[in-house]
Structure formats: structure tokens, C-alpha cells
């Protein structure tokens, strides 16, 4: 089992910064990526940023230059500094792990979601 809890969602005005936090627990010696998933009303939920544990970082155009994706393995963690926010920025914000077995497989794990509200 696997659980992911994120945090320090909320309401901030342009131009705004927010930090949002992850905090892993369970099988988390199996992770392999973790990153940062977006869905805004009545859209796809796409991707924001990712992190490998060898600290690969991966950012989606419309967040690179503001946004700062970082890991701490050792206490299971991811965080995603937000800066310069803009009101497209707001969405529920996912914490996903992505974890590997023995004989390459992978599966995905979801968070519950934390809400960030940018107002203009």
C-alpha cells in the first residue's frame, strides 16, 4: 500500500506564490517518479512537473520559470514551489508516485487533491 497526502493548497492573488507539499507513506521504497498533476474545472488533468529520484525534473511549458519541483527521498516528499501564480494556474492540484517492481512494472498512485485558487 501506498498513501499520498497533499498540503498547502489555498486562495492566493496573482502574482502569488503558494508552496505545495507531498508526503508519501506505505511501500514508498518502490517509488521510482513523483510529480505534480493539475485538473482545472471542466478540463483534463494534465501534468505540471515530475522528479525521478536521481532528481531528472520535468516541467510543463506553461509552469517552467515559475514553478520549482523538488524530492527529498529520505523523508518521502515531494514539494512544488509556485511563484508569479496567474489565475490559469488554478486547479486541484494531484500529488502522483510512480512506483516500479521487480520485472519493470509500474503503477501509478494518486493523491487526494489539494485546491489552489488564483483571483486576478
Known amino acids: 500500500q501506498l498513501q499520498l497526502v497533499e498540503s498547502g493548497g489555498g486562495l492566493v492573488q496573482a502574482g502569488g506564490s503558494l508552496r505545495l507539499s507531498c508526503a508519501a507513506s506505505?511501500?514508498?521504497?518502490?517509488?521510482?517518479?513523483m510529480g505534480w498533476y493539475r485538473q482545472a474545472a471542466g478540463k483534463q488533468r494534465e501534468l505540471v512537473a515530475s522528479?525521478?529520484?536521481?532528481?531528472?525534473?520535468n516541467y510543463a511549458d506553461s509552469v517552467k520559470g515559475r514553478f520549482t519541483i523538488s524530492r527529498d527521498n529520505a523523508k518521502n516528499t515531494v514539494s512544488l514551489q509556485m511563484n508569479s501564480l496567474e489565475p490559469e494556474d488554478t486547479a486541484v492540484y494531484y500529488c502522483?508516485?510512480?512506483?516500479?517492481?521487480?520485472?519493470?512494472?509500474?503503477?501509478?498512485?494518486w493523491g487526494q487533491g489539494t485546491q489552489v485558487t488564483v483571483s486576478s
Open positions: 502522483k508516485a510512480t512506483t516500479v517492481g521487480g520485472f519493470g512494472e509500474s503503477n501509478g498512485y
Open positions: 506505505g511501500s514508498i521504497f518502490s517509488i521510482a517518479v
Open positions: 522528479v525521478t529520484r536521481s532528481g531528472t525534473r
